[in-house]
């Protein structure tokens, strides 16, 4: 399967610790991007990288959250000492911006499940 | 602040009715529209997008700029099209073909159920 992959799918932990997520893109994608879905919403913005640059981050992501492209490929995202509040599902997708097709389709991975207790 | 509407929650229909999931969108410069498609136990993926005037799986959207609208339609609902789907925007008024970024605005999503 070469679409877009994250690691660990379910992560269950206790309110203070910190978990990270991984995410790795479709190869040739250089953009790269991560939401997070609570339920009975959409999925909304959180950041997103163009290689390793990290180019726009939302007000949802609070000082707790940061968000790492290292090397332009795959990407973390880390929560420091987690809130209930933090429960959702955690998307990361990827496009290949600049480069052709770019249709500005976004590419989804299956999501990180959190779940504070 | 950009906003999407999907005033439906859920819908249900039978198989071989025709169905509209209704989207209106927040008037900002000339954004692209998008339906995103959620199978039971798959990954979010695009469905169809309105700069391609494409019809996909049965499924057209038109956008009408003077409602602020791009609802989705198709003619006679399958079981397998039973689905959560999602609207959204680009955020900025640049599009992602011309430079701009695929930020997106989501609505809260509509499930579909066709029944047999």
């Known amino acids: 399967d070469t679409g877009v992959s994250q690691d660990p799918r379910h992560k269950i932990t206790k309110r203070g610790q910190n978990v990270t997520f991984r995410c790795d893109p479709i190869?040739?994608?250089?953009?790269l991007y991560w939401y997070r879905q609570t339920l009975g919403q959409g999925p909304e913005f959180l950041t997103y990288?163009?290689?390793?640059?990290?180019?726009?981050k939302s007000r949802l992501l609070s000082d707790r959250f940061s968000a790492e492209r290292p090397k332009g490929s795959f990407s973390t995202l880390e929560i420091q000492r987690t809130e209930q509040g933090d429960s959702a599902m955690y998307l990361c997708?990827?496009?290949?911006?600049?480069?052709?097709?770019?249709?500005?389709?976004?590419?989804f991975g299956e999501g990180s499940r959190l779940t504070v207790l | 602040a950009q906003r999407v509407t999907q005033p439906e929650k859920l819908l249900s229909v039978f198989k071989g009715a025709p169905v509209e999931l209704k989207c209106n969108y927040s008037?900002?410069?000339?954004?692209?529209l998008f339906w995103y498609v959620q199978y039971s136990r798959q990954r979010l993926q695009l469905l169809l997008r309105?700069?391609s005037r494409e019809s996909i799986k049965g499924f057209t959207a038109d956008l009408n700029k003077g409602e602020t609208s791009f609802h989705l339609k198709k003619p006679f609902a399958q079981e397998e099209d039973s689905a959560m789907y999602y609207c959204?925007?680009?955020?900025?008024?640049?599009?992602?073909?011309?430079?701009?970024?695929?930020?997106?605005?989501f609505g809260k999503g509509t499930k579909l159920t066709v029944n047999p």
């Open positions: 008037y900002s410069g000339s954004p692209e």
């Open positions: 190869s040739e994608h250089n953009r």
């Open positions: 997708a990827s496009s290949p911006h600049g480069s052709k097709p770019n249709t500005g389709e976004l590419f």
């Open positions: 990288f163009q290689n390793e640059a990290q180019l726009e």
């Open positions: 959204a925007r680009t955020h900025a008024s640049k599009s992602p073909t011309q430079g701009g970024s695929e930020k997106l605005v």
């Open positions: 309105h700069i």
